[in-house]
């Protein structure tokens, strides 16, 4: 999620540190850190999280994202589709909208979403049947069968939605300009074993799941350039996604894990984990996440009344403010604004087939 300071102070003392219903020993919180800079951020790692929350550093800016170079085709795979003919168009009675995906999305955007559907249904004329799917797998089957209208996608599915399923993202919920999310290497708070990348070697690092961009793509594209090569310096264990990695961390079935801040702050903000508990070592640089896409053959009116739901309307006060702390839509370019995770398909040699999913 988006929204920088988001009263992590408030939520760390939601959960006991002796008994946080994960299964945690509880946090002695005994290790004294330096005071975090936010000039030079990575000079000052580590830093327990909760101290990146309330800084924003679990996202990035509206200078970060000025500084996307505008291109006009993607770096690697293949641009948007488009239809063919007018003949091929898409014109339900029903748009079907779904909305990230799996257990905690579910929970988190079920309600949050009422004033955009409201909106859709306005500017289309169309009903909106509004679903959060079980996977990022299923949400791109469901586009590529005609099944699925409109969705968002996480930052390593993007690519599989546009190439495979004939995606077209457009939209990204931001707060005020802040976005996306970044990779963070987190270790438990106080295992002083790990304070530093070159400390995993020999480790158990959790990455999420194979097709996950911050989860295992992004740590597999840049590491290697830190000096630390995954599977070969450290174990890779899949834990499934990001909150499972957080969980592992803190009651020590892994020694250190991969983790979207965005899933982790979802995790924290639901009142499910103290974010006291464990420390980043490391933190990329932000990505863009969470785009919204229309099939590439949907009617040009519906595109147009979808657009203009989203990008034309202050969510500020709204239900999606209130509970992903995000209030606005701004315009996203697939070729620009995602080519950082392009970047990383291409050095995993991504190849763009259903099957890889």
Partial sequence: MAGGAFGIASL???????????????????????DFDTDNPHETLPQPTDVLFDHGFNEGDEQALANFEPRDQP????????????????DPDTINFAFGSGESAATIYADAMDPLVENIEAETGRNVDFTVLDSSAAQVEAMRSDRLHLSTFSAGTVPYAVNIAGAVPFGMLVKEGTFGYRLWVCAQRDNEEITELDDLRGKVVAHAHDTSNSGHLAPMALMPEEGI????DYEIQFSGDHNNSVRGVDIGDYDAGMIASSSYGDFVTSGNFDPTRLRCIWMSPPFASQPSCYHYRLHPDLVEGIKAAHLEYDYSGTSIETQTEQNEFIEFDYA????PVLQIHEANDIEYNIGDL
Wanted: charge should be negative; include cysteine; proline fraction near 6%.
């Fill in 229 to 232: 090569i995954p599977g070969e």
């Fill in 12 to 34: 760390a003392g939601c959960v006991s540190d002796s008994d946080d219903g994960n299964g945690g020993a509880g946090s002695s919180n005994a290790i004294e850190f330096q």
């Fill in 336 to 339: 620009t604004h995602h080519h």
């Fill in 75 to 90: 770096h690697y795979g293949n641009p948007v589709m488009e239809p063919g003919s007018s003949d091929s168009y898409l």
